[in-house]
């Protein structure tokens, strides 16, 4: 089955830096845009990334300068590089991502959501 699964999440010092990854497994075709979400425990879901195929991003004003996303369409991935990290960006870091399946004869791009990898930022 095609999934998307996230890594690199775990307990950092404000000011430190960690790099998530999320891989697209299965049978897939290619990517679309693709992005990174988080959710707060409590508060709304919000983006903190984006990137389209060809490339493109966008960082919300929020992570700007602290932030990076990036993808690696021939492996099928995308990455998350946050420096300076602060506690209030303590939260559940999700992956986001359309994809076209191989099986699918029409070639219809779906969206799909890794499982979320917990990001803690504390001394």
């Known amino acids: 089955q095609v999934q998307l699964v996230e890594s690199g999440g775990g307990l950092v010092q404000p000011g430190g830096s960690l790099r998530l990854s999320c891989r697209a497994s299965?049978?897939?075709?290619?990517?679309?845009?693709m992005h990174w979400y988080r959710q707060a425990s409590g508060k709304q879901r919000e983006v903190v990334a984006i990137?389209?195929?060809?490339?493109?991003?966008n960082i919300p004003d929020s992570v700007k300068g602290r932030f990076t996303i990036s993808r690696n369409n021939a492996e099928n991935m995308v990455y998350l590089q946050m420096n300076s990290l602060k506690p209030e960006d303590t939260a559940v870091y999700y992956c986001?991502?359309?994809?076209?399946?191989?099986?699918?004869?029409?070639?219809?791009?779906?969206?799909?959501w890794g499982q979320g990898t917990q990001v803690t930022v504390s001394s």
């Open positions: 986001n991502a359309d994809l076209v399946l191989l099986t699918d004869p029409f070639r219809r791009l779906k969206n799909y």
């Open positions: 299965g049978s897939v075709f290619s990517i679309g845009i």
């Open positions: 990137i389209t195929s060809n490339g493109n991003t």
